[in-house]
């Protein structure tokens, strides 16, 4: 059964660089079976979806974090990585990594999730 | 982008009872591709419902998913301990993917 795990800062100062590692077991990120997104989950609040790759580096980003965010692969080490730049309080959250199935014609829902890691945006 | 409500925020039941949450989208979603998800305190999201009405592996019968178009109910039936949680529903039809905002299923 495949495993996620989110890991990297828990506290990031503002205006610099949110960078978070998902490692993926138990399953290939070279199948090219899955799409591979970022959700965030700030205190209290809803989820809100970050972006994702795919095998071919092909990404998608939801445009309100767009001009922020790179989101990359490396096959190598079964991984993918998120990073998010000029951070403000406001990108307090639960950061998740999660898979997405896909086919010829659609991007399924979110099947499997990491824990899910603190970061804080702080001074 | 598709925004989807739930209704209601909170949702006060007994166990045993049954439960009716709502996903009204802002537009049609693709294809009926709509997810439902279930997260405890602490925890991730588990996906509980795709297609609209199929179950994901190992979810119990008593969890039902309907609807089509721009209106989704999950319904849990008999209610148990476990089940007292937060509940999101997703679309997965277009970018950007988008959930409500949750319904909270609370012990009366």
Known sequence: ?????????????????????????????????YY?????????????????IYLSGST???????????????????QFSLKL???????????????????VTYVGPFDSWGQGTLV???? | EIVLTQSPGTL????GERATLSCRASQSVSSSFLAWYQQKPGQAPRLLIYGASSRATAIPDKFTGSGSGTDFTLTI???EPEDFAVYYCQQYGSSPRTFGQGTKVEIK
Do not use: H, M
């Open chain 1, 36 to 52: 591979w997104s970022w959700i965030r989950q700030p205190a209290g609040k809803g989820l809100e979806w970050i972006g994702r």
């Open chain 2, 77 to 79: 039936n008999r209610l």
């Open chain 1, 1 to 33: 059964q495949v495993q996620l795990q989110e890991s990297g800062p828990g506290l990031v100062k503002p205006s610099e660089t949110l960078s978070l590692t998902c490692t993926v077991s138990g399953g290939s990120i070279s199948s090219g079976s």
């Open chain 2, 12 to 15: 006060s039941l007994s166990p």
């Open chain 1, 120 to 123: 804080t945006v702080s001074s």
């Open chain 1, 85 to 103: 730049s000029s951070v403000t309080a406001a990108d307090t959250a639960v950061y998740y990594c999660a898979r997405a199935g896909t086919t």
């Open chain 1, 60 to 78: 998608d980003f939801n445009p309100s974090l767009k001009s922020r965010v790179t989101i990359s692969l490396d096959t190598s080490k079964n």
